[in-house]
């Protein structure tokens, strides 16, 4: 069984997000969803919302081909945690060449930890390069328009945060 961790922090799910997982699934037999519990990012949903989003999310796109996908919350290294999934390949997403000097990096780092899981990229649809998770809390919590970027629960969801 192919196993793959698409890590991230997901605050909140985006469009993008959605992207890569939909098109990760037919790279994996278990597509598992890691939400990363970083405090010093100080995120604006707590892990449990963030998890709920994204399990709702998924629940239609496993819906749609028939994999599975998990939603696994981590605090360890990005490695440990695919290791404790039983994962051979870590996923991520690029919007841009910025996003790929910092990935590089933790490449390097995580194959030295350890040589036997692969790093898999997969570059945002076009129309997706621009969406950060960042740039859609900015936009609502200053009254824009976020439902070109986000699912409709989503939107609401910032709404609720943002009054």
Do not use: W
């Not at 824009?144 to 910032?158: E, H, I």
């Amino acid at each position: 069984m192919r196993i793959g961790l698409y890590p991230g922090t997901f605050d909140p799910v985006t469009l993008g997000h959605v992207d890569i997982i939909q098109r990760a699934m037919a790279l994996v037999d278990r597509l598992v969803i890691g939400v990363a519990i970083n405090r010093d990012k100080g995120p604006l949903f707590t892990l449990d919302e963030r998890v709920a989003m994204i399990e709702a999310e998924c629940a239609a796109i496993t819906a749609k081909t028939g994999g599975e996908i998990i939603v696994h919350p981590f605090e360890n290294l990005l490695i440990d945690c695919a290791r404790d999934v039983g994962a051979t390949l870590i996923l991520r997403g690029l919007r841009a060449v910025a996003d790929f000097e910092y990935e590089f990096q933790m490449v390097g780092m995580n194959r030295a930890l350890d040589s036997s899981i692969e790093t898999v990229f997969m570059m945002a649809d076009a129309r997706r390069q621009a969406i950060a998770s960042k740039l859609v809390k900015e936009i609502a919590r200053l009254g824009g328009d976020v439902s070109k970027f986000v699912t409709p629960p989503v939107v609401v969801a910032l709404k609720a945060k943002f009054g």
